[in-house]
């Protein structure tokens, strides 16, 4: 198989997603089908009605029927192993299948509350578990709305067969929404068209997947056919799910915590209610082409990404720095990676940078180093730059492991690097500054590379995360400056003449919003009063950009 689809089978079978990239993992998330890839109850129900129909067809009967399904299930459940939602849909399909093998009417409800009573009574932590209870959610979705909006969906003139696609997401998602919303603080609007889409696709990669998986140990040649439409489908499901999450808004901001869930789930309710007037519909439909019409005007009359002339882009990774020098069209020098591989790939996805002849890590802690593989990942990479004074942390070899081509090169004091209109020079850290408090990271911090970058007409001072012995051992060797990304995500320990030394014009804050940290501090924002200030966390990707001899400023959110 591709890349893609062998990441992606084993990952919707027995949800193993070591192969699966992360860039795919982020459009499944973003499109809404990221549930797709945890094995949850549809693989029980898809494997045991597969079973049911070939013991019906092959005559095993009623009873003969339930026994196999319940066989194949004990063996599934053996190989997936027990997480929350797995271990509530084992118990309520054994409570399913109990009930058909008895003759007794089956009753979903029932069969989901008793799966749910003898798990909290086996192991009452799964009640705080977001897995077990978006399983339990999304189940009793589908069985108390599904049906009532398959119903009215068909009372309307739709087919049975488009109407359970469409009934089966939309309840699952209107019982899930307030869950996600206190997760995350998100409501996918993708969500239901994506998988309405998409379940063919799951369905056969799936039940063709569990083939494989069975009989591969002893007749190899039946699983590459079994195998075979699994990939074509898992082909269709990531299709679907990337030109969903190129969408301009599949997701959409909302209130967090509790109060968020509670407001999602009384609008879902009156949204529901209301539906069922024709007035109230009619306003809905305009309102959503208002909304519709306004979303494409902000999009066409807002200036594009990236803007013309840019040189150094400050992107938004959350807690952590990832910054990009522009060397010439679709090449840039990266200088650290951020905390997250997909945040800082989509970073240079949005700037067109298809090649980084040149990657610096300016010290081994996770928020600059783990991004890594996001930069590399489908880019050509010459040299890997390094602090030769910092301490070799596993992670830090690991990460270099992985890089694999790149030579390393150990930043020494005064090496200079030319890739296209950028040059780069390294002006720290010094030799015999104090290194001690390894504890709270200051040693590490304190050794950080510190760069230069100039181009005709504009220097940008780079300074790690130094911290304030550093910062005294550079004092005399800045040089002056338009731009400083300020050390240490705008932590309190800095020197105030380190910070004006170079008489920065814009100073940009690369920092996550909300972090326990405290970044950026009180002190730090006041030392930087005569100056511009920019930060991630308030202005999204910054970017600076040069026009003539005129420096501008442009940034992600307005």
Known sequence: MGEGPRGVVPGMVVGDVSRLSVEIHEEFRAAGLVHCLVVSGANFSLLTAAVLWVGRWVGLGVRGGVVAAGVV?????????????????????????????????????????????????VDPALAGSYGFVLSVTATAGLLVLGPRIRDWLRARGLSRGLSEAVA?????????????????????????????????GIAVTTVCGVVAAAVAPFWADGARWAATPAGWAASWVIAVADAFAALPYPTLPWPGGLGGALLLAVASAVAVAAVRLRWARRLAAAALAGVLVAALAVRVTAPG??????????CDVGQGDALVLWAAPGRAVVVDAGPDPALVDGCLRRLGVREVPLVVV??????????????????????LVHSPLSPRTAEHRAAFARAGGPGLVGAVLGARWTRGEVTVEVIGPRVGVPLAGD??????????????????GLTVLL???????????LRGRVPRIDVLKVPHHGSARQEAEFLREGAPKVAVISVGGDNTYGHPAARTLGMLRHTRVYRTDLHGDVAVSLDGTRVTVTTGRR
């Open 305 to 314: 990404w990236p803007p013309p002339g840019w040189r150094f882009v400050a």
């Open 168 to 200: 089966v997401p939309l309840a699952a998602q209107l019982a899930v929404g307030p869950v996600l919303v206190l997760m995350s603080g998100e409501v996918g609007l993708a969500a239901v068209p994506a998988n309405v889409l998409a379940a063919p």
């Open 362 to 383: 300016t010290h081994p802690h996770a928020d600059h180093l783990a991004g890594l593989p996001g930069v590399l990942r489908g880019r050509r990479t010459t040299a």
């Open 73 to 121: 299930g004990v063996g599934f459940f053996l190989v997936v192993g027990g997480e929350p939602s797995v271990l509530r849909a084992a118990v309520m399909g054994a409570i399913g299948l109990f009930a058909l093998f008895t003759g007794r009417e089956r009753q979903g409800v029932a069969a989901l509350s008793g799966a749910v009573i003898v798990l909290m009574l």
């Open 463 to 473: 300074a790690g995360d130094l911290e304030e012995e550093a910062q005294r051992a």
């Open 439 to 456: 504890a709270d990271g200051t040693a590490v911090n304190n050794a950080s590379v510190v760069l230069v970058a100039r181009w005709k």
